[in-house]
């Protein structure tokens, strides 16, 4: 890990700005720059999940991860909605070969733990291309909520970890993340609320549909980071690497990211940008009465 000479919580700011910095440029500036930054996170999160993994004794094949992941991404890319199920299939199977051929055990783990990387490292992130390029008649693209999300996971971290430290006495997930409080919990989503309300008020959305993303993107934060911490647990690891100064591994930074684009993406398809299936089930409702 690089030494910067400064103390954790300044080493930690700095990387956190410089980490914002970049992956909100890349956010702005969307088409190849965005690609780039996903197949960046997906490269670095793979590597450091299946590093996690060999420490549990498990071996997950990170060529077919990769392979899965470079075809993914090459799917969504050209918006091949229709590939991603063969995709999936096939490179479900090669996974099933890799462990027939390589004959390495334990065998059901590593067939096992190939396909929850494809999902976890590569499917659930590329989600963020879906979301940045959704559009319809008032909204030219989804990078406002994107922003939105964004916020609220950030402002989620700073609150978990300030309230939590200073007020937080009830654990969370003792057995999981010992650090981690009931008040920390609730103080970050106090914070992602009100950050995603005042986002979705500049973005002219109604309040109460900016209020339940804040809160579902806080929740799924949360979990996602507890979800990451139940991995490192049971591998019996601290950090899934030192790549990133101040916050241990390139996972340990986005791990609250990984479960809430997904649901972010589909929560704003369908509530946000393509509401004709509400009218419809409104209409068809009324229709039985």
Known sequence: MIDLGLNKNATRMLTGFIMGTVVLSCIMAGGLWLLALLIFMLIVGSREYVKILNHKGFYPSLKVIYLTEAILTTVVYFKRFDLVAITLTICAMASFMWVLFRGRQPYIANVATTLLGMVYCGWFPLHLLFLRDLSCDKYDSGLGFVVLMFTAILLTDIGCYYVGSKFGKHKLAPVISPNKTIEGSIGGMFFAILGAV????????????????????????????????????????????????????????????????????????????????????????????
Do not use: N
């Open 198 to 289: 005042g986002i979705g008020l500049y973005l002219d959305v109604q309040w109460y549909i900016a209020l339940f993303a804040g809160i579902m993107c806080t929740v799924f934060a949360q979990i996602g980071d507890l979800c990451e911490s139940l991995i490192k647990r049971d591998a019996g690891v601290k950090d899934s690497g030192t790549s990133l100064p101040g916050h241990g591994g390139f996972l340990d930074r986005t791990d609250s990211f990984i479960l809430t684009i997904p649901m972010m993406y589909y929560f704003c398809k369908c509530f946000i940008f393509h509401t004709e299936w509400i009218s419809t089930l409104t209409g068809y409702v009324k229709g039985l009465f």
